[in-house]
């Protein structure tokens, strides 16, 4: 198998469900076109956005019941793949060979997940823990359309040294900028980060005064991390607050990403648009910052950029993209 294959074997997210309506749409994934398209069961499905025909994009085409609809010819395409009726042959019965180019696909998190290959198992989609827990309610946040690589973002939502200056006066201040010693083990599908702390002004959205903050990461997959505030006994009694955060990264293009959070949180109350407001405005802060840095892909060489302790989530997120012999969004 060669970096390439490994990619397109991983679940990637690429577009919130209910986008996938009675139009197919277009997104793309790992540099790949794909028409996403939903059946009259609701099944999403995610093909090469190309006719094997004469190579129309399948997404300016129409959904007729369980059939996708090419815009040049008019062939129809089932379900499976298989074109079904050419019209300007009714009479003829397309072989094996007039078969559209098919993905994995489906859905979780709100997101419509898609892996570049057939009959991938859901079973390796990363599991949001925070997802099942009956106390916390969910709500997506997004799309945001960043350009820079998947792996430049998933290495900034680890970073904490930056919060006193990107987020002063929010998640970090200048006043407290040191990091205390942290610890970072690998896991089977990534690297879990522990006893991160940070004193933190306005750390949620229903925070009222600056606390002590401390995080758990995790890196789930090479482009998906999640990172769960550990509440502190105080916060807990006063306010029954506690959350986790998905962060969930389509690779458009080698430097260019598309990214949603999921929010779960101990919050029924609020509307989505106050918790979003707040995810918002912490991502606006960190965006011209991830769309400035060069390369926009991360590099994988450890003499390529300089490290110190408090970046050994960092490091170690790399070593985990080397191993897993990722070549897309990296040099
Ligand atoms: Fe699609 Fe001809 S190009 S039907
Ligand atoms: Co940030």
Redesign the pocket.
């Known amino acids: 198998m060669d970096s390439a294959d490994k990619e397109n074997t991983l679940w990637h997210p690429v577009a919130l469900a209910h986008e996938v309506a009675q139009a197919p749409l277009a997104v793309r994934l790992l540099d790949q076109a794909v028409v996403l398209w939903r059946d009259t069961a609701q099944q999403v499905h995610a093909w090469a956005d190309q006719?094997p025909?004469?190579?129309?994009q399948?997404s300016l085409g129409r959904v007729c019941g369980d059939r996708l609809e090419?815009?040049?010819?008019?062939?129809q395409f089932g379900s499976i793949g298989q074109c079904v009726h050419v019209p300007a042959l009714p009479q003829f019965v397309p072989p094996a060979t007039h078969t559209a180019r098919t993905f994995s696909a489906c859905e979780r998190y709100g997101l419509v997940w898609v892996a570049l290959q057939a009959d991938a198992d859901e079973m390796h989609i990363p599991a949001f823990a925070a997802e099942t827990d009956v106390q916390l309610r969910t709500v997506n946040c997004g799309p945001y359309d960043v350009a820079t690589s998947a792996p430049r973002i998933v290495e900034n939502f680890l970073d904490m040294a930056h919060f006193g200056f990107v987020h002063d006066g929010w998640l970090g201040m200048r006043e407290a900028t040191a990091i205390d010693d942290y610890t970072v083990e690998a896991t089977p599908n990534g690297l879990r980060a522990t006893q991160c702390k940070a004193w933190q002004p306005q750390s949620n959205v229903h925070s009222t005064a600056p606390a002590q903050v401390e995080y758990t990461y995790e890196v789930l997959a090479p482009y998906t991390a999640v990172l769960t505030k550990v509440p502190d006994a105080a916060s807990v009694a006063v306010q029954g607050f506690r959350e986790s955060i998905g962060l969930f990264i389509c690779p458009v293009t080698p430097e260019s990403s598309r990214v949603w959070f999921r929010l779960a949180m101990a919050d029924f109350d609020s509307p989505d648009k106050k918790l979003q407001d707040f995810q918002h405005t912490i991502f606006m802060q960190d965006k011209p910052v991830l769309e400035s840095q060069r390369p926009r892909r991360l590099p994988l060489d450890v003499r390529a950029e300089v490290h110190t302790a408090a970046d050994r989530a960092s490091s170690a997120y790399r070593r985990f993209l080397k191993q897993q012999n990722i070549i897309f969004g990296v040099c």
Request: aromatic content about 16%; glycine content about 16%; some cysteine.
């Open positions: 006719c025909h004469r190579g129309a399948l090419c815009p040049y010819h008019g062939w």
